[in-house]
């Protein structure tokens, strides 16, 4: 299994980015997929998960209405749409999977598989 998350990037504060994470070896549709981030000196934090075929999502307070997440079964990606970003959005961001079923639970012990990730810096 591979993830390949991309679209970090530098962006000043109230801008947007999308992410992108690419799954390989895996049967895409099977798997719940969550977007996490790590700070630097901070622990690994939630930031949104999405179920199987994409109609239930659970956001972090700390994003929501702010973050999207998505996911085009067809090309085995899921997305990460930020907008209105935040200095304190600077971070690692880390795509990961698991085949158990969809929760409202933001632990990372649920995700099996998990990407490399990509840099987002937020400019004040």
């Known amino acids: 299994v591979q993830l390949q998350a991309s679209g970090g990037g530098l962006v000043q504060a109230g801008g947007s980015l999308r992410l992108s994470c690419a799954a390989s070896?895996?049967?895409?549709?099977?798997?719940?997929m969550a977007w996490f981030r790590q700070a630097p000196g901070k622990d690994r934090e939630f930031v949104a998960t999405?179920?199987?075929?994409?109609?239930?999502?659970h956001h972090a307070d700390s994003v929501t209405g702010r973050f999207t997440i998505s996911r085009d079964n067809a090309k085995s990606t899921v997305f990460l749409q930020m907008n209105s970003l935040k200095p304190e959005d600077t971070a690692v961001y880390y795509c990961?999977?698991?085949?158990?079923?969809?929760?409202?639970?933001?632990?990372?012990?649920?995700?099996?598989?998990w990407g490399q990730g990509t840099q987002v810096t937020v400019s004040s």
């Open positions: 999405i179920s199987w075929g994409g109609g239930s999502t």
């Open positions: 070896g895996l049967t895409f549709s099977s798997y719940t």
């Open positions: 990961a999977a698991t085949l158990r079923r969809f929760e409202v639970s933001e632990s990372p012990m649920r995700f099996d598989y």
